[in-house]
């Protein structure tokens, strides 16, 4: 099975700064990848997908963007960090034959 | 367009059962099943697709109404470690595996 390894697990920014989130996978290759944002006590919110080396799809209008320099490489990042983008923040790697998608322990962000 | 879970949450003494459903406004290509504990990723239970069978294990199981766009999770005779949120995720289209979420059931089970 796959394995997915997100950073930083936790971090705390300020209002404006940047953020940069980093997903790595393991154990397939060509993956669909995803980000997803979870707000405290919400569902999971899909903010981007990909399916291939630079081709990004955006779910959601907002001041973040991803990237996907490498096949199993995925970063989410923003130019300055608002309040509402507090959250936790997912990473997933589809593309499997029995559809599952594996899920990273998530980042932590808090933007103060 | 976000599935719509029910109840928002329940909570079960050991070894009752329960039912947490799902719907959609459109119809699905696909139902996910998904299991999250506090502070950790959520994890895979089950797929559903269109024109499939009912998929789960003993305790664990689920059912798709094409029709309806509708999805339940059956929980039987319930553990400790089921507690947790549980998420649906409906697939429109087949091919890009673009899950959308629901806002989540939260589960908790006591002794």
């Known amino acids: 099975s796959q394995t997915i390894h997100q950073w930083p697990a936790t971090l705390v920014q300020p209002v404006g700064s940047p953020l940069s989130l980093e997903c790595t996978v393991e154990?397939?290759?060509?993956?669909?990848l995803y980000w997803y944002r979870q707000a405290a006590g919400r569902g999971l919110q899909l903010l981007f997908y990909?399916?291939?080396?630079?081709?990004i799809s955006s779910e959601v209008p907002q001041n973040l963007s991803a990237s996907r320099p490498q096949d199993r490489q995925f970063i989410l990042s923003s130019k300055k960090l608002l309040l509402s983008d507090s959250g936790f923040y997912l990473c997933?790697?589809?593309?499997?034959?029995?559809?599952?998608?594996?899920f990273g322990e998530g980042s932590r962000l808090t933007v103060l | 367009q976000q599935p719509v879970q029910s109840p928002q949450a329940v909570i079960l003494r050991e070894g009752e059962d329960a039912v947490i459903n799902c719907s959609s406004s459109?119809?699905?290509?696909?139902v996910h099943w998904y299991r999250q504990k506090h502070g950790e990723a959520p994890v895979f239970l089950m797929i559903?697709?269109?024109?499939?069978e009912q998929k789960g294990h003993e305790k664990i199981s689920a059912s798709f109404n094409e029709k309806k766009q509708q999805s339940s999770l059956y929980l039987t005779a319930s553990q400790l470690s089921y507690s947790g949120t549980y998420f649906c995720?409906?697939?429109?289209?087949?091919?890009?595996?673009?899950?959308?979420f629901g806002t989540g059931t939260k589960l908790q089970v006591i002794p």
């Open positions: 990909s399916v291939g080396i630079g081709q």
């Open positions: 154990g397939t290759s060509n993956p669909n």
């Open positions: 997933a790697s589809g593309g499997t034959n029995t559809g599952e998608l594996f």
């Open positions: 559903l697709l269109k024109g499939g």
């Open positions: 995720g409906t697939e429109i289209r087949g091919g890009y595996q673009k899950v959308t």
């Open positions: 459109k119809a699905l290509y696909s």
